[in-house]
C-alpha cells in the first residue's frame, strides 16, 4: 500500500506541475497578445492553487498595471518584492507606479531619517543579518584567541585592534538585524485596491467618514478583524476600511 500511495503522490505531482506550466504558458500568450484581463485570470488561478514566487507575483503585478489597475499593480509589486527584495526590476516597476499614485501622503517624523533607517535595515534579510552576526562572532573569538595565545608582539597588536573592530562590527550588524526582525514581526502594511475607498472612525458601514484613499496608497496595519482593518498613514491619521477593500502584503 505504501509503494502505491508513494506512486500515486508522485504522479499526481507530475501532473499539477504539467498543469502550471499549461497556465503559466496561456498567461505569458495573453499578455503578449495584450490580452491581460485574461493573463491576470490564469495567473490568479496558479496564485489560487497555491503557487507563490516572485516571477509569478512580478507577471501578474504587470498584468495588472497594463490593465490599468494600479492599486492591484502595486500590491503585487510589493509581494513580489517582498520575496526578493533587492530584485532591480520590481523596484523600477513599484517606483513607475506609485509615482501614479493620487494621494501624497507627508510623514510626521523626519523623512531622511526614516528613509535611511529603513534602507539600511533592509538592505538585506533578517537571515543575512543573522549569517553576518554569526560570522563576526566567530572572527572576533579567532583574533582575541590569537592575541592571547600568540608570542609574536605585532600579531598580538594586529589581532588585538582588529577583534575590538570586528566585536564594534558585531554589535552594529546584531543592533540592525534586530531592528529588521521587529520591523519584520511588528509593522504590517496594506495597499489599497479600489479606485477610491472610504475611511471611517468606526468598524462598521454605517460609521462617519473620516477621509478617503486612492488605489495603490500603501498604509500601516494597526488592528485587524474579519471584516474590517485600522490603518494609519505615515502622518498619523487613523481609521478604518473594509478588509475586502486592501491587500495585505
Not at 495573453?30 to 507563490?52: M, P
Not at 510589493?78 to 530584485?87: H, I, T, V
Request: proline residues 1%; hydrophobic residues 45%.
Amino acid at each position: 500500500m505504501k509503494k502505491i500511495a508513494i506512486i500515486f503522490i508522485f504522479v499526481l505531482g507530475i501532473v499539477n506541475a504539467s498543469f502550471s506550466n499549461d497556465l503559466i504558458q496561456k498567461a505569458e500568450k495573453a499578455y503578449d497578445n495584450k490580452n491581460y484581463k485574461e493573463a491576470i485570470s490564469y495567473y490568479q488561478k496558479l496564485i489560487n492553487e497555491g503557487n507563490k514566487s516572485y516571477e509569478l507575483y512580478f507577471n501578474l503585478g504587470n498584468s495588472y498595471y497594463r490593465n490599468k489597475e494600479l492599486g492591484y499593480a502595486i500590491y503585487y509589486y510589493e509581494m513580489a518584492r517582498k520575496l526578493d527584495p533587492n530584485d532591480q526590476d520590481v523596484q523600477i516597476n513599484l517606483g513607475i507606479a506609485a509615482a501614479k499614485t493620487i494621494d501624497k501622503i507627508d510623514a510626521k517624523e523626519n523623512f531622511f531619517i526614516n528613509a535611511v533607517r529603513s534602507n539600511v535595515v533592509n538592505v538585506v534579510s533578517t537571515d543575512c543579518w543573522a549569517w553576518f552576526s554569526i560570522a563576526l562572532v566567530v572572527v572576533t573569538c579567532i583574533l582575541f584567541f590569537t592575541f592571547i595565545h600568540s608570542g609574536i608582539v605585532i600579531v598580538k597588536r594586529i589581532s588585538f585592534v582588529f577583534s575590538i573592530i570586528a566585536l564594534v562590527a558585531f554589535i552594529a550588524v546584531y543592533l540592525f538585524g534586530s531592528s529588521a526582525l521587529n520591523a519584520k514581526k511588528e509593522n504590517k502594511f496594506a495597499i489599497i485596491l479600489l479606485k477610491e475607498v472610504k475611511i471611517t472612525n468606526e468598524p462598521n458601514s454605517g460609521a462617519t467618514m473620516k477621509f478617503a484613499l486612492h488605489e495603490g496608497t500603501k498604509v500601516r496595519i494597526v488592528e485587524a478583524n474579519s471584516d474590517w482593518v485600522l490603518i494609519k498613514l505615515d502622518n498619523g491619521n487613523e481609521g478604518w476600511v473594509k478588509q475586502t477593500e486592501v491587500g495585505i502584503i
